[in-house]
């Protein structure tokens, strides 16, 4: 992904002469060349002018200069770009940079796919590997709608603050087009999700349905460890699911960032000043750092002892699971007394954890509430002096949650990363039972190889 970004930003233009479709879907943008000077006219100076004799000037100094010769600027920038077969500028929502751009991530995606097929495919190559490409495609295609849905706000706002504050200014025919664009882009939306989930479900089943292959290989030896069964059947689907879930949401924030960084840097030209740090570049994206670097370590620093108290808390309801099974066919297990101290362990470890939680919950829940608040302390002096409108304000909270979102993805995905990092120490700690040199038993599960 890294090294996709650096070729598309340093390199793109020359890549794009060579690999790109859009040359031939999309109108080529017209260079400076090709247009007329005359279309940004400059006005000759008074004295240029000739007057003619008995004119309108020669009885009135201040009446107006002719304009005959600017009037035919733009039928002769029409003919001119008619004649080059190219446009001024493409402002269709499909244009020629954005079928560029969407065919080099196509074409960096294929090739991805490519190199793991010849390199070290195994069995799990088209969910492993295609799969995952699937959903990296799918992450980026909500970031994009984002953008637009951002894009869309800004303009439709600025419509309405206008038919609000003067009744009848703004006709049907310019209200309803952004309203049936929305509609146009939300609802089929609605459909490609959907069967994103049903993939996501698919995706996750087969990546528990590997690793459990994969110990099953070595379920000889790994079925006389402690809670041998808990890992293989409900840690595999938990590792798989969570994997997945902060996987795609990282992926999220990373490609927000490459898409959302630039518009709100352009939005913060809109921002006069911002309170206590005053009139900066790219003020709103300087905010949303610090204040995402401040959340992240202020809840790794509460939550630093929640992984072990997880981790703790898994081998004692394993213990007192494992002897409740040996009381379902044994008469002198899970006796009362044994019991009782076994849950008076599990007790213990819970409300350890109860109270690390209420403090760790204090810290994030008061970060969250006040997070969101910032957009709106950031523009009070541009509010204030009236210098953004009601389309900038709303272009402006959408960007910066995004940013601001992506930055504070570990903030807000900490207690699901705590979680994970438990399952991962048991899982690691059940796999360091797997002897050293002992080859599998090569007896997959039914169906395993197949998608």
Known sequence: MLLTTLIFQFAGEPVRGVISIDRFLMPTICSPDQVPAAETPVAPAPDALPVPEGGPQATDPNAPAPVTQQAAVPEATATAVATANCVVEDTNFLNGARVWEYWYILLCTAAFCAFWYFYKRNQWYWW?????????????????????????????????????????????????PYVVTMMAVLLPNIIFLVILAFFNSHYVFRWRKAMTSYYMEYWPRLRETEGAAQR?????????????????????????????????????QSVTEVPLIGAIPGSLVWVALVVAAFGTALLWGVGIKLPGLNFENQKVEAALRKELVYGEDHGDRADPPAFRELFANVQKNYFRLYFHYTYFNLARYAYLQVAGYVPLLTLSPSILAGTITLGVYQQVQNAFGEVAGSFQFFARAWTTIIELQSIHMRLKLFESYIPQGQEPIKEELSGAATI
């Open 232 to 268: 293989v059947q409900e840690d595999t689907m938990r590792f798989a699911s969570i994997v997945e879930d902060l996987g795609t949401s990282f992926l999220g924030s990373l490609l927000t960032l490459v898409v959302f960084l630039p518009i709100l840097w352009h939005l913060s």
């Open 128 to 176: 492993s590997v295609v799969g995952s490409s699937v959903l990296f495609l799918a992450t980026y295609s909500q970031v994009q709608l984002s953008a637009f849905v951002n894009d869309w706000q800004g303009n439709f706002f600025n419509v309405l603050q206008r038919a609000l504050n003067e009744p009848g200014a703004v006709s049907p025919e310019e209200y309803w």
